[in-house]
């Protein structure tokens, strides 16, 4: 609805509008400089009006005074007077009269201002000076008059009445009062003639600035807007045609450049989000950032996997209902909430275990990393989240598929070891066939012993295996590492046989400790295998157990050779591999031992000198002592 206020109507009216912007201010500027231009020529025209009035008065005070001073001398005062009264007639002229020294008035125009006393400054002034004098003054007879003073000096012919020159220079004065209202009429007439004038004068400025801020300034500037507003929309490929060399055509030239730029910068920017989202995409583990308002930002493919949801839901979608199917906000006093705790109560980073839900319902045991990351958002610095989401069920079967590797590895050993109970069975069973048929039963009796020990050796080396292969248990046992660990290096016979490696066991009697059975056998495994690898031309690997300061020591000491300092800080990261016999690795064998010993509360050291070879000491708390102290 239109506002009824006209002065409200030409506000907007001039706020739209460059060009009724620069009109205006030329058009004000215009009129007050014209203005004061007129003040100035008004007032020195009234000015020199006046002084042009003033002398035509003083040269008509003169021809007045010499008639006067001719009837004077004749002695005419019939003549004199009527000479008065005859001037004082005339159109322009008030009164006129004569004084005496002392102001005072013995002839006058007027027969009503005989003998009056006058008084002012400009009588006194003009009897001192001897000079004319010319002034307006207000007259209670008829109100504003140009005042004009003539003294009337004294002459050899008026000495004989007057007295001398010396003693008497001046005889009276003569004084006429024309009327200023004509005079200020004139000035007035002639100031609004002025003042109109100006007043075309302005406005023949004001179209012609008007046409040329049209042509020159107002029409180059509306195709530049038209090209802003064509630019903010993102038509990056907006170009203004250059016309001359001014200013404009500078700013013209600036702006297609500018568009060019950020048509590059656009291309670029498209490149590095595209690189990004492939990077990001090819992490295995879930990646979303989320803002402070619970909405994703970005996304990964595994993250789109894990929740069953194509990408164009995810993005812009509350995190809330992306992965966990709900409606409103997690309570987060019930959970740990990453964007409560990271973006709202200043935190930096954090890990927690949460359970999502897909889009068809399936649960997801996930470990959530977040780290807080501040990112511009619509020009805007906003603190967000980005969150590591891993599949906890997806780590257990890919870590359960690595022990199944390694003990793949240990195939060729096992069979070695099997193969030689299982031959000596054979034999056994071949003479015990050839004893019954001789109808020897004492001896078929030792046949008998011999095969039930190597069928117990067989069963012994199943059980290990199938024990190193069973999934990590979730309860602690209580295992005697004393009979673990020589079972467990019963099936690294044959590989160290292979490389000309010597296994020494020297295991202490009741090092009981609590742990994950399958855990542990892979610990000494891969210690095992890591030691062998690292003497490939032969050497003495040794096992051995023992107590210290309350705590059960597993030691895995070789003679291979050995590890550089500056790689001790990187043999426990994962797929980083450095094998001595040139073997190809998977760099999992020690990073398993770490997540093994953080998972079972036990913590290793390593010695290393290179050439010599080094020692793993494994850490585990004494199962006898924390019983007793329970």
């Not at 000076?129 to 002034?135: I, K, R």
């Not at 200023?180 to 002639?190: D, L, N, T």
Request: hydrophobic share 45%.
């Amino acid at each position: 609805m239109r506002s009824g206020n006209p002065i409200i109507r030409l506000h907007r009216w001039i706020g739209r509008s460059l060009q009724s912007k620069l009109v205006l201010a030329i058009g004000v500027l215009l009129i007050l400089v014209s203005g004061l231009l007129l003040a100035l020529v008004s007032g020195v025209y009234q000015s020199r009006l006046i002084m042009e009035h003033s002398r035509a008065s003083m040269q008509i005070n003169r021809l007045l005074q010499a008639a006067l001073e001719n009837a004077m001398l004749k002695r005419d005062i019939p003549g004199l007077q009527s000479i008065l009264e005859d001037m004082g007639d005339q159109p322009k002229i008030a009164r006129i009269m004569i004084l005496n020294p002392e102001f005072k008035v013995r002839f006058s125009s007027d027969p009503e201002n005989m003998n009056m006393s006058l008084d002012g400054e400009a009588f006194v002034k003009a009897l001192k000076s001897q000079a004319p004098q010319s002034q307006f003054v207000q007259s209670d007879s008829f109100g504003e008059v140009l005042r004009s003073i003539n003294p009337v000096r004294n002459q050899e012919l008026c000495a004989v009445c007057h007295g001398s020159i010396s003693d008497y220079p001046v005889n009276g004065l003569l004084v006429v009062d024309y009327q200023a209202q004509m005079i200020r009429q004139e000035a007035k007439s002639s100031a609004l003639i002025f003042g109109a004038l100006a007043f075309l004068v302005i406005l023949a400025v004001c179209l012609g600035v008007w046409y040329a801020l049209v042509r020159l300034v107002v029409a180059p500037l509306a195709e530049v807007e038209k090209a802003t507003q064509a630019l903010s929309k993102g038509q990056f490929d907006t170009v203004i045609k250059v016309k001359g060399s001014d200013e404009i055509a500078r700013l013209v030239h600036s702006f297609n450049l500018m568009s060019e730029r950020l048509q590059q910068s656009l291309v670029q920017l498209r490149q590095s989000e595209s690189f990004l989202q492939a990077l990001i995409d090819s992490i295995p583990d879930g990646i979303r950032v989320i803002d402070h308002n619970f909405r994703i930002l970005k996304a990964n493919t595994a993250y789109c996997d894990q929740v069953e949801q194509p990408m164009e839901q995810v993005l812009g979608s509350l995190c809330y209902q992306s992965s966990h199917n709900r409606d409103t906000q997690c309570a987060h006093t019930m959970v740990c909430c990453p964007v409560v705790d990271l973006c709202l109560n200043g935190g930096t980073a954090m890990i927690a275990q949460d359970m999502h839900i897909s889009a068809k319902g399936r649960e997801i045991f996930v470990e959530v990393s977040s780290a807080r990351v501040d990112v511009v958002v619509d020009g805007e610095m906003v603190p967000c989240v980005v969150e590591s989401i891993r599949n906890l069920d997806e780590k257990a079967k890919i870590s359960q598929q690595q022990r199944l590797s390694e003990i793949g590895l240990l195939a060729a050993g096992v069979a070695h070891e099997i193969y030689n109970p299982l031959s000596s069975i054979d034999l056994g069973l071949t003479a015990l066939q050839s004893d019954l048929k001789a109808n020897n039963p004492e001896k078929a009796l030792a046949y008998f012993e011999l095969i039930r020990s190597e069928i117990q050796n067989c069963i012994k080396i199943t059980n290990s295996l199938l024990l190193l292969s069973a999934p990590t248990g979730q309860t602690m046992d209580l295992i005697e590492l004393g009979d673990v660990v020589p079972q467990v290096l019963s099936l690294l016979h044959y590989e160290a046989e292979q490389t000309g490696v010597t296994i020494k066991l020297d295991t202490l009697e009741s090092t009981r400790i609590l742990g994950s059975n399958s855990d542990i056998r892979m610990l000494a495994i891969n210690l095992a295998m890591n030691a062998i690898h690292a003497m490939p031309e032969g050497g003495v690997l040794t096992v051995s157990t023992y107590r210290d300061n309350g705590e059960i020591v597993l030691q895995v000491t070789d003679t291979g050779v050995g590890i550089a300092p500056t790689n001790l800080g990187n043999i426990f990261m994962p797929f980083w591999s450095r094998r001595a016999d040139n073997s190809i690795g998977r760099g999992l064998g020690l990073s398993i031992v770490k997540a093994i010993l953080d998972r079972n509360g036990a913590k290793i050291e390593v010695e290393s000198t290179l050439g010599k070879g080094s020692q793993f000491s494994v850490r585990f708390p004494d199962a006898d002592i924390e019983v007793q102290d329970d």
